[in-house]
């Protein structure tokens, strides 16, 4: 499954419920506002292959969760 959400002008965080998603194996939400720091909910995804964050104002680092997929 994908969801691809680039380029929409989001604003706020990254959802924690998107981790319950968890069929998901493309994350696309590039190029918006999402500010903020990744949920650790989203190390949940376990199909995920890839993940597009780029272009947006989110801060901290990537939660161990996520590394370990």
Known sequence: ???ELENNSLTGSVPPD???CS????LSLAVNSLTGT????????HHLQVMKLQSNKLIGG?????TQL
């Open 1 to 3: 499954m994908y969801l």
């Open 18 to 20: 998107l981790g319950s």
């Open 23 to 26: 069929n998901l194996a493309l």
């Open 38 to 45: 990744l949920p650790i909910q989203l190390g949940n995804l």
């Open 62 to 66: 990537i939660p161990i969760e996520i």
